[in-house]
């Protein structure tokens, strides 16, 4: 500090022509001011600090709920995603399900349709079996009256 007063009554010597000494009222006046500077300086960083922590606690609440809103606002989209899969996949099995029931009643048709077929051809047969067997007996019987 001694060194700061002996350079500032060099300065005001070289600038103003006026020379001062140290039990001088001016400088009894800019050592208080340098005093009141500092105590100023440390009453300031004390209230910065304090605001620092402050600011900090804040952030660190508004973080946490942030994080709250935006954790139920993704479980709310999980839960909405869920209920339109669940949605999306009971009308595609629904579809599914009516394809294959239309393409077996398709099949059963058509299974239906050679049975009916396969029982005309086999009563057609049995017929035709039945007139041979009558012809032939009518052989039999013209060949032993011969």
Not at 25 to 48: C, F, G, W, Y
Not at 83 to 98: C, D, G, L, N, P
Not at 125 to 130: D, H, L, M, P
Not at 136 to 146: D, E, G, P, R
Request: glycine share 2%; with cysteine.
């Amino acid at each position: 500090m001694t060194d700061q007063i002996e350079e500032l009554i060099k300065q005001v010597a070289t600038e103003n022509g006026v020379g001062l000494s140290k039990d001088d009222p001016i400088m009894i006046m800019h050592t208080i001011n340098a005093r009141l500077l500092k105590d100023s300086e440390r009453s300031q960083q004390v209230l910065l600090d304090q605001f620092k922590s402050e600011i900090e606690v804040i952030v660190s609440q508004v973080s946490i709920e942030a994080k709250r809103q935006s954790n139920s606002i993704l479980n709310a989209a999980i839960l909405s995603s869920r209920s339109e899969i669940a949605k999306v996949m009971t009308e595609q099995s629904r579809i599914i399900i009516e394809r294959w029931q239309e393409e077996l009643n398709n099949g059963f048709g058509r299974v239906s349709d050679t049975i009916r077929s396969s029982r005309t051809t086999a009563i057609l047969n049995v017929i035709a079996s039945c007139i041979t067997f009558v012809a032939a007996l009518i052989i039999l019987y013209v060949l032993s009256v011969i």
